[in-house]
């Protein structure tokens, strides 16, 4: 019998790359997580020990637990976080139904290291137009909902990068970047593990509007439009990182959910 303060993982999975996702807080035992060092997207890692120490974090927000069956350790943490007046229900089954239904999980093997304060840092160039807008996006919807990311001069990146323990990306050279006639949000999508199909359509429309190529997808003139504007109404790069995430939450869900909707006008005759 379900508990009344589960979700299944079919349910969660519709919640996951969008801005109402509930925080998801993976509590499996270390033995658990070498077992299978993959996350469900958008989960960050929690110790099971001391759930009253870190509850705060997750004030003013719904949470989902985690952990590897979905029985006593997350229904503990999720009973401690409601005593903390954090809104929280459990993965139904854990990760392992999660895994065994057959959805993404990211690798994380190929995370950058997280900083004191448990987030990952990334560093690339100022005045964002398209790719590094839209692998922000990804990497706070998918992969670290905490990541923090450093815009600063083209010179600099590299040297930012490594003072400060950041992952440098869409520059030449370096891991994260353009491969061939990919960009770097393929890339990302490779190497994380999140090749969906609503995110490889989104994907093909990033790299027309990136590379110039509209005729990959008739929307991403539309992006590339859309991003010009952004970059002319935001001076700082990342107020329009966060007006940038509104734009690429309403392409994900348009390919997820709206791809065969169509619209014209009238679009309600009289007395039909």
């Not at 997207?41 to 719904?62: K, V």
């Not at 050279?173 to 061939?180: A, D, E, I």
Request: proline residues 7%; charged residues 25%.
């Amino acid at each position: 019998m379900s508990s009344i303060n589960a979700i299944s993982a079919e349910k969660l999975a519709r919640l996951i790359g969008t801005p109402k996702c509930p925080a998801l807080v993976d509590v499996r035992t270390d033995e658990d997580f070498a077992s299978e060092p993959r996350l469900i997207p958008g989960s960050i890692r929690r110790p099971a020990t001391d759930p009253s120490g870190w509850a705060g974090e997750f004030a003013g927000r719904a949470a989902i637990v985690i952990c590897q069956k979905g029985l006593k350790l997350s229904a503990g943490v999720a009973a401690w976080l409601r005593h903390a007046n954090v809104p929280a229900d459990l993965l139904e089954g854990g990760a392992a139904a999660w895994a065994k239904a057959g959805l993404p999980l990211v690798n994380t093997k190929k995370l950058p290291p997280y900083d004191r304060l448990g987030r990952t840092v990334w560093v690339t160039r100022a005045r964002p137009k398209i790719d590094r807008i839209a692998c922000p996006w990804l990497i706070r919807r998918f992969i670290d909902p905490n990541a923090a990311f450093l815009f600063v001069a083209p010179p600099e990146v590299l040297p930012v990068a490594e003072r400060f323990g950041g992952e440098p990306f869409d520059i030449e050279g370096v891991f994260w970047s353009h491969r061939g006639e990919l960009c770097t949000f393929d890339a990302m999508l490779d190497e994380f593990g999140l090749r969906t199909e609503p995110l490889l359509r989104l994907a093909t429309i990033v790299r027309g509007a990136d590379t110039g190529r509209f005729e990959l997808a008739p929307e991403a003139a539309g992006l590339l439009a859309a991003s010009l504007g952004l970059s002319r109404m935001h001076a700082d790069d990342l107020a329009q990182l966060e007006a940038g995430m509104a734009l690429y939450d309403a392409f994900y869900r348009w390919c997820r959910d709206a791809t065969d909707e169509t619209h014209g006008w009238p679009s309600h005759k009289a007395g039909s």
